[in-house]
C-alpha cells in the first residue's frame, strides 16, 4: 500500500498532505538553521564523506558505502565507517563495533560493513560522537558515513546521494505522503549522485548491484544461487522486491517470497518457520548477520556488490583521496 501511495497510483496520498508540508517546514528549518549559523556543525580534523539518500526505503546506499571503503582501502587510505545504527539499541553510545558485536546493538548494516570489509565502525545517534570516537581509537585518514545527508550536525567535505534509478522520487513529495526526506532539488548541492539500475541522467553515475555466489551460513560454502532448489526467498530491505527480481534474473524462481520490514528484529523460531527441511531458504547478506547464531543447514544468503563500469566513477575515488593528502 505505502508504495502505491508514495508512487503516486492511490490517491491517499493527498490525505497525508498536510503532515508533509509539516515534515517539509520542519526539515528545511533545520537545514536553515544550520546554514545560516544559526546552529553549529562540528567538524572532524580528517575529512568526512557523507553516503545518503533524498528518500526513504533502500536505494543501493549500503553497497555503495561498502564500496567506498574498500576501493580506498585499496589505495592504502585508513578508512573509518559511523552509522546512525538503525535497529540496534546499544547499552551505550558511541558504541565501537568488535567481533563480538551482534546487530542488536548495532544495528544490521554497520555490523555487515564491519564484516565485509574490517574498517573500524562507530555507531551513535550523534556521529560527531561516533566520528571522535573512531578518532580516538584509530589513525585514520578519512571518514565514510552511512546514511546521515540530512543529520546537519556533523559538517561534510563531501556529499554522495544514493537514487533507485528506476522508482527515483516516487511522486515527490515528503513523507509520509511521498518518499522524499528532502525535495530532489537538493541535488543541485551535492557533489554526486549515483543511480542504481534504471536509466541515468546527465551527470549521474551508473550503478548497478551485482549478485555474487551464494553463501551457505553454517558452513560458509559457495555455490551458484541458481544452482539451489525449492528456495524459498527472504528480504528484509528497504526494497524487498528488487532481491526477489534480482533471484530471478539469476535464474532462480522461489517457491514463495516474504518480505519484511527494514531493519526488522529476526528471532530463531519466526525464520525457521519459513522453510522445511526439504527447502532451501534464501536471504539478503544484511538479513544473514541477524540470523548467523541461529543459521540452519539450509540457509544461504546472496551477497551483492556495487558495480561501475562508467570512468567517473574512478574520479571519484580519486577525489576522495585526493582530500587526505591536504
Known amino acids: 500500500m505505502i508504495a502505491r501511495i508514495w508512487s503516486g497510483e492511490s490517491p491517499l496520498w493527498l490525505l497525508l498532505l498536510p503532515l508533509s508540508w509539516l515534515y517539509g517546514l520542519v526539515s528545511g528549518a533545520i537545514r ?3 546554514r545560516l549559523g544559526l546552529k553549529k556543525a562540528w567538524r572532524a580534523p580528517v575529512p568526512v564523506v557523507v553516503v545518503g539518500n533524498l528518500t526513504a526505503g533502500g536505494n543501493g546506499k549500503t553497497p555503495v558505502a561498502i564500496w567506498l571503503v ?12 559511523v552509522s546512525r545504527g ?19 546493538e548495532a544495528g ?33 585518514q578519512i571518514i565514510i558515513t552511512d546514511d546521515g545527508l540530512q543529520h546537519y550536525r556533523l559538517a561534510r567535505d563531501v556529499e554522495i546521494v544514493v537514487i533507485d534509478g ?7 513529495w515528503w513523507l509520509p505522503a511521498g518518499p522524499m526526506r528532502e525535495r530532489a532539488s537538493r541535488l543541485k548541492s551535492v557533489d ?3 543511480v542504481n539500475g534504471g536509466v541515468p541522467r546527465a551527470g549521474e553515475i551508473p550503478m548497478q548491484l551485482a549478485p555474487g555466489l551464494a553463501v551457505n551460513l553454517r558452513t560458509g560454502e559457495k555455490r551458484s544461487v541458481s544452482a ?3 528456495v524459498v526467498a527472504m528480504a528484509g530491505i528497504g526494497h524487498p522486491p528488487r532481491f526477489f527480481a534480482t533471484l530471478e534474473q539469476c535464474g532462480v524462481r522461489p517457491v514463495k517470497t516474504v518480505a519484511l520490514a527494514d531493519h526488522q528484529a529476526l528471532a530463531a523460531a519466526d525464520v525457521q518457520a519459513l522453510a522445511t527441511n526439504e527447502q532451501t531458504l534464501v536471504m539478503t547478506e544484511k538479513d544473514a ?8 543447514d539450509n540457509w544461504w544468503y546472496l551477497p551483492v556488490d556495487a558495480v561501475f563500469d562508467h570512468d567517473s566513477a574512478p574520479r571519484l575515488i580519486q577525489k576522495l583521496v585526493s582530500l587526505t593528502l591536504r
Open 192 to 194: 554526486a549522485v549515483i
Open 32 to 34: 536553515l538553521s544550520y
Open 289 to 296: 548477520v541477524k540470523c548467523r547464531n541461529f543459521a540452519q
Open 70 to 81: 574498500e576501493q580506498l582501502q585499496q589505495q592504502g587510505i585508513k578508512v573509518g565507517v
Open 228 to 230: 539451489l532448489t525449492n
Open 166 to 172: 528506476v522508482r527515483r522520487f516516487g511522486n515527490g
Open 86 to 104: 538503525y535497529g540496534g539499541k546499544a547499552a551505550h553510545y558511541p558504541l565501537l563495533l568488535n567481533p563480538h558485536t551482534v546487530p542488536a
Open 108 to 140: 544490521d548494516e554497520p555490523v555487515l560493513i564491519y564484516q565485509r570489509t574490517g574498517a573500524p565502525v562507530a555507531v551513535s545517534p550523534n556521529r560527531s560522537e561516533a566520528v571522535q570516537a573512531l578518532l580516538a581509537s584509530n589513525d585514520l
